[in-house]
């Protein structure tokens, strides 16, 4: 394993954010979300992945040669930040970048740079957890340059990256951050292996919070994979939201306690008098 020192790492938004804002304050934001020490040991995969353009460049310059790769990984798998830190601040992130004050109307307005961020910070968890899955290198597909120092296991983002004969493989990575999945000549099904299946099954546990992009991409790719695979290959339907659990459950108090209502009522009335005679 190797941890990479933060100069090596790719950068973040290291293209021009561009001048498509609608107020001060949200470059502002992007500013200093990007100068942030907490954010920035993180070296959250889910930037990399459509936001760095350094990141792209390490890709293309290494296509026969993991090692670059699984160094970045590494990192960011294992680096300095814990990923329940990470977790907090990405959250914390995405909630201030919602507000009016900061980049809240920029995103009503769809520009580019803030929903992408928005989908990268909400997405973190499902990102790291689907990129730093591992499995045993037997499984690698033909073709997928081998390092020595992987000790005998390989990320499955890495085989899915560097499968030539299944060019929807590194797609599936993508759905996380709202990518669907691509359709027609060329792409097909991904593999119908442990990687895949692995992959599917985190997308399906965040498809019950709202905020995550998978819930907008997940039914079309298990439909896609169960019908290449097997039926049930990727759990088929959505979970609920926890907005309505929320619901159920507090309609469930209120059947529950019918005579909830008729005591507000009656403290109600009792105040209404007290100070009426006051």
Known sequence: MTIL?????????????GRSFSSTTCPQFFDQMLTNKTFTECFPMSFYLQ????????IRSATNNTKPLEDILDTSCNGISSFSDCTAIMNDLAQRMMQNATCGLDHQRNNSNVVQAYSNLVAYPVVYQTTCLKTDVSNSPAGVPTSPQNNGTEYCYINALYNEELASESFLYLLALGTSFPTGPGYGSPSCSDCTRQVMQIYHTFTGDSKQPIRQTYEGAA??????????FAPPDLLETEEKNNSKANAGVRTAHPTSIVNMLILSLFLSAVFTIL
Do not use: E, K
Request: charged share 15%; aromatic share 6%.
């Open 5 to 17: 020192p933060a100069n090596r790492m790719p950068r973040i938004f290291d293209s021009a954010l």
């Open 51 to 58: 936001s760095s353009s350094s990141y792209v460049a390490t």
């Open 223 to 232: 439909r896609v994979i169960d019908q290449n695979c097997s039926a049930g």
